[in-house]
């Protein structure tokens, strides 16, 4: 039943035509700052692609595990975040974060979101991003 579930949030959060359907999966990153940027990209069969200053040691999900994603993102209410939030008091040389879910694409400039900190977090622990 869990299972069926996870399937049920992953095909409604999934773009179905058109131009967006080009953006599915997932991909989050960092930009800007005095830090290297990198982009690290999961495709709806769980390839995992990156770009830039990053390590990951898991290069493929399962589909479980992509459906728990997106049942984080769901939960977390990821389709709601303001497309771009900068936080009170963060420096301008700190680096934003990005995650993007299907085509939705929200970027956050320090720490004050606790809801997109939690999926990013699981985008992290899931493709064991490295140091």
Same mark, same amino acid.
């Given at each position: ?14 773009p179905?035509?058109?131009s967006?359907?080009?953006? #599915?999966?997932f ?6 700052g ?8 999961i ?13 990951v ?13 997106? #049942?984080?993102?769901?939960t ?16 301008p ?10 085509? #939705?694409?929200?970027?956050v400039?320090?720490a ?5 900190? #939690?999926?990013?977090?699981a ?7 490295g140091?």
């Amino acid at each position: 039943m869990r299972v069926l579930v996870a399937l049920v949030v992953l095909a409604a959060l999934l773009p179905s035509t058109g131009s967006a359907a080009a953006k #599915r999966g997932f991909a989050f990153g960092r930009a800007g700052g005095n830090i290297m940027p990198f982009t690290v990209s999961i495709s709806n069969d769980g390839v995992v692609h990156t770009t830039g200053a990053v390590t990951v040691r898991r290069q493929k999900l399962t589909l479980l595990q992509i459906a728990a994603l997106n #049942r984080v993102a769901a939960t977390n209410g990821f389709s709601a975040m303001p497309a771009a939030t900068n936080c009170p008091g963060t420096l301008p040389d700190v680096a934003a974060t990005f995650v993007r879910v299907g085509a #939705r694409k929200v970027q956050v400039h320090g720490a004050c979101v606790a809801a997109y900190q #939690r999926v990013w977090t699981a985008l992290a622990h899931a493709v064991k991003l490295g140091p």
